[in-house]
């Protein structure tokens, strides 16, 4: 498992988060989930992909997403996970927390820097 | 849909249907990776496969169940893999599982199974206190239970019961069956209902009806369980009574479980006054809220007030619970056997842990990867536990089959008053088998899977994965061992003592001489006559002792080492009434020429002659008790006493010669005081001869035809029954002993061998452990001999503090043991030196093993490894 070290390694619960903000966005499967992390983030998070099918499962064992297979194009069939009520919630509860986070990492550093 | 609905059916669909879809899932994600980037590519940026569904499916494992039974299927496969451990395992858990159910059950049956009867904790026995006798308890008279029934205030009600004769002729032989005579509320006081029919009334009781109520096991036995049982009339003793009930199945009281006839007991009015006829036994029912101390405080009080008015001196009397009187002494035995059987399982499962410890060490990889796959401590525990736990499972099946041939053999360990039990495998026993077996893998399984799952967190992976399990586990196994050596000491040291017991016992002296001395009762009461009585029996032994192959016959009240009974209040001439207070003797009545007969000896004096014939002055020979009780350093010869019943009536008896002891009550029953009256002057006791001893100069069993046909020459219609030998009576009084001993000696041997095999493994898995350090210590100069002493004098260190406290606590068991030693106390220190010998002759070989193997670790091969 060569590792780039550029790229950060992402803790679990943060890929929850990521996880949970793709899909409030629009239902989707695997693959797609892991593309737009990776482009939304310009190639900065590098998630494995095989890491995200154990999230995702717990995400919906938690009752946070829903899945089910369906085709878009009446052809070949995927996945797609979508947030559910109380999904929508977590999300909201996740990115309030991360915005506390970041927000106190901001002032730690701007205060040492000033 | 809702999502709650969607959750349901997601988690109740199948397991083969998630891992279908994860395939699929994971599958259509690789093909899509791949037509972008090349199958390679995909495989790559996704990662191990195998990890990643490993992962989902710990995501499914929230259900509890499913996770248990997943181990449970590693379990089994751990077992299939290391099937010489695991067999070993399992055979030392069946082994130990299996003796301990047998046990069990035996104690279950014994001690604390429910009795027959309602509420039987309320029940409780009333007796005579006698205590001058060293027995606390003696048999009552029907008089006063008369007053206790009419005056008590303690009880709801209290029954008597006394023995009884009941001799079944008619269709078939005459048979012997066991008797009871008890009085109408009998029943009612225990709270039983007939199977069919019905009980006895007061009005057929006071009347002397002849009605009688039979057991299951007769109805069985000799009535095929005819449905009409009920009504029919049998001739017992030649009379005809009438059948009006049977008992269920399992019914029973004392003394012994193979009661098969209740009789009313019709006292006459002449009985209700006679003061001196001690065969009653009293059972009653404490009123709710009244203690057992209660009771014997107001009965002592009141016997004494009661019998005060009628006989000098007053009696008291004892209430004890009735439990405890029918367990006996079988309760000790049974008890210290299941101590010893959990002794020996557990130092069997300490065996076990130690051995999961050593492979523990094996496992480490395997651990290390389970973690790196995000298992957390606790799923690594519980997994190891439920291996565990598969294992004791399948020992404790295994041990069920173990336990039948053990339990066969308990069954005649238990006490005479409970002859006939049988003992199974029912629930109680199986809950009680999956009770150890759980604790049993609890308890091996938890120090391995602790330890185990510890270890792999910090070093796990490191190449050959040995880890430094580190002195801590190393003292933790040791402590184990010593642990185990001393509860091995412990039984060693029980079993020892009980084996000196019994050989003690084996060796007795019983005061007659065993070898070919045949014994059988004819039953007297065809001759209530005491005249005709005399000559019957004088003429029975004519005719025996006539025979080719008899050196001698006599005929006594009670066959020797059979009953304790027979025995009654007496007084010395010049004795006063108070010292006279609860003082009994046994009593028996006997023929000319018995003790020559059963070769007793006479310490002084005289036998019983021709001249003592019928008389207003009877003789008596006494025994040593009674002469060391009252004529300490003297000779009683010519002393007088009278019996019973006081007044102008009694007979004074002149003593005129003392015998020595003959164990009338049994090999290990107690000395008591004895007085010995000849039949012709035994018009004033209710005693008759009915047991007969024959002297052979052949093997006694060849006799028996002929006799049979020498007594019914006088009398055609003579029963004769419990035909035995003395060396029968005395071998069935000992099996008890024998078997406890037996049992309790291998209980001893097996846990002596698990130690040892304990102790070898141990040391040998240090050895392994440590070729390393001994293959450096060997470089840097060490000897052979060296090697070999570091390790043979760690391991008899053990031992030897293994040994230490057992012996300590072995002392305190030997204490709790005591009533099993029937009054001698063994020698204790010989047993100690014994056991310490054996022991350490036993450890030695075991040490010595792998120390010499330590010692001949070839110093280069054992600084490469690794």
Request: charged share 20%; net charge positive.
């Amino acid at each position: 498992m060569a590792r780039n070290p550029d790229k950060l390694d992402l803790l679990r619960g943060t890929l929850d988060l990521l996880i949970l903000r793709t899909v409030g966005a629009g239902p989707a499967h695997g693959h797609q989930i892991a593309k737009y992390i990776q482009r939304s983030s310009d190639e900065v998070l590098q998630v494995e992909h095989g890491s995200l099918y154990p999230a995702l499962h717990r995400l919906e064992r938690k009752g946070w997403l829903s899945a089910k297979w369906e085709s878009l194009d009446g052809k070949r069939e995927f996945k797609y996970y979508r947030l559910t009520t109380a999904g929508r919630k977590q999300l909201a509860a996740e990115e309030s927390k991360w915005k506390r986070l970041v927000n106190a990492i901001a002032r730690v550093t701007a205060a040492a820097e000033g | 849909m809702s999502i709650r609905s969607r959750l349901h059916r997601w988690q109740s669909a199948s397991r083969e249907e998630k891992e279908r879809d994860l395939d699929r899932e994971i599958q259509s994600h690789l093909d899509l990776e791949a037509e972008e980037s090349g199958a390679r590519a995909a495989r790559r940026a996704f990662g191990n496969i195998t990890l990643v569904k490993e992962d989902v499916r710990a995501t499914w494992g929230g259900n509890r169940l499913e996770q248990a039974l997943r181990d449970v299927g590693y379990g089994l496969r751990q077992i299939r893999r290391h099937p010489g451990v695991s067999g070993i395992a399992m055979a030392t858990l069946a082994l130990g599982i299996g003796v301990n159910a047998a046990m069990y059950s035996a104690v279950d049956a014994v001690l604390l199974r429910p009795l027959p009867y309602a509420d039987a904790d309320r029940l409780v026995m009333v007796w005579d206190d006698a205590r001058r006798t060293d027995s606390a308890k003696f048999f009552t008279t029907p008089p006063e239970w008369s007053q206790w029934r009419r005056l008590n205030t303690v009880f709801t009600d209290i029954a008597a019961t006394q023995p009884g004769d009941a001799v079944l002729s008619g269709d078939g032989d005459p048979e012997e069956l066991p008797a009871r005579k008890v009085t109408a509320n009998f029943w009612t006081v225990l709270g039983v209902q007939p199977l069919a029919g019905r009980v006895f009334t007061d009005e057929e009781d006071s009347g002397g009806v002849k009605v009688v109520v039979i057991s299951y096991g007769l109805w069985q036995r000799r009535f095929a369980g005819s449905p009409q049982i009920v009504g029919r009339t049998i001739s017992l003793n030649d009379q005809p009574f009438e059948v009006i009930g049977v008992m269920p199945r399992g019914f029973y009281f004392m003394p012994s479980r193979d009661i098969d006839v209740w009789m009313p007991t019709s006292f006459s009015s002449g009985m209700l006054r006679n003061w001196g006829w001690h065969d009653v036994q009293c059972v009653a029912r404490l009123k709710p809220g009244v203690t057992l101390q209660q009771a014997n405080e107001q009965m002592a009080a009141l016997n004494l007030r009661v019998s005060g008015e009628h006989v000098k001196p007053a009696r008291s009397a004892v209430v004890t619970a009735l439990r405890g009187e029918l367990a006996g002494k079988a309760q000790t035995s049974l008890i210290v056997l299941l101590c010893g059987s959990l002794a020996v399982l557990l130092i069997a499962c300490v065996n076990l842990a130690n051995l999961l410890l050593s492979r523990g060490a094996v496992r480490r990889r395997e651990v290390a990867v389970r973690v790196a796959l995000g298992a957390s401590r606790g799923r690594l525990i519980q997994q190891f536990l439920t291996e565990s736990l598969v294992l004791a499972a399948l020992g404790a099946a295994a041990g069920l089959a173990v336990a039948r041939p053990v339990m066969r053999f308990l069954e005649t360990l238990v006490p005479e008053t409970m002859a006939g039990v049988h003992l199974s495998l029912d629930w109680r026993v199986l809950a009680f088998s999956g009770g150890i077996a759980i604790i049993s893998g609890l308890f091996f399984g938890v120090a391995p899977a602790v330890d185990g799952s510890r270890v792999a967190l910090l070093n796990g992976l490191r190449d050959g994965g040995r880890g430094t399990a580190g002195a801590r586990s190393y003292r933790f196994q040791h402590s184990l061992i010593v642990a185990e050596t001393a509860l091995a000491v412990v039984l060693l040291t029980s079993g020892g003592l009980l084996l000196q017991t019994f050989r003690h016992l084996q060796q007795l002296d019983l005061g007659i001489r065993r070898e070919k001395l045949l014994t059988f009762v004819t039953p007297l009461f065809r001759y209530p006559d005491f005249e005709k009585r005399v000559a019957f029996v004088n003429a029975e032994l004519d005719k025996v002792r006539a025979l080719p192959g008899v050196v001698s016959v006599a005929a006594i009240s009670r066959i020797p080492l059979t009953v304790t009974d027979q025995a009654t209040f007496y007084k010395l001439e010049g004795q006063s009434n108070d010292d006279a207070r609860e003082q009994v003797a046994r009593t028996r009545v006997v023929t000319r020429g018995y003790f020559e007969t059963v070769g007793a000896r006479l310490r002084e004096g005289r036998s019983f002659g021709v001249s003592d014939r019928r008389s207003d002055h009877p003789v008596a020979i006494v025994n040593e008790s009674f002469a060391n009780r009252h004529f300490p350093g003297r000779s009683p010869i010519g002393a007088r006493f009278q019996f019973g019943r006081w007044g102008d009536s009694a007979y004074w008896y002149t003593i005129v010669g003392v015998v020595k002891e003959i164990r009338d009550g049994g090999v290990a029953a107690d000395l008591r005081p004895t007085v010995y009256r000849v039949h012709e002057q035994a018009d004033q006791t209710g005693d008759k001869p009915s047991g007969i001893v024959v002297r052979t100069s052949v093997d006694p069993k060849s006799i028996v035809p002929v006799v049979r046909s020498a007594i019914w020459s006088v009398d055609r219609n003579q029963p004769i029954a419990r035909v035995q030998t003395i060396e029968d009576i005395v071998d069935r009084q000992l099996s008890g002993a024998t078997q406890s001993t037996t049992l309790l000696g291998a209980f001893a041997l097996l846990a002596l061998l698990l130690a040892s095999i304990g102790l070898y493994g141990v040391l040998s898995n240090a050895v392994v452990q440590r070729t390393n350090e001994i293959g450096v210590r060997m470089a840097l100069g060490a000897t052979r001999k060296q090697i070999l002493l570091v390790f043979g004098t760690r391991g008899l260190l053990l031992t030897l503090v293994g040994l230490a406290m057992g012996i300590v606590v072995a002392a305190g068991a030997a204490r709790l043991m005591s009533t099993l030693f029937y009054g001698r106390q063994p020698s204790y220190v010989p047993t100690i030196i014994m056991v310490s010998m054996i022991l350490l002759a036993v450890a030695a070989l075991a040490c010595f093993v792998p120390a010499r193997r330590a010692s001949l670790i070839d110093p280069m091969l054992a600084l490469q490894q690794e």
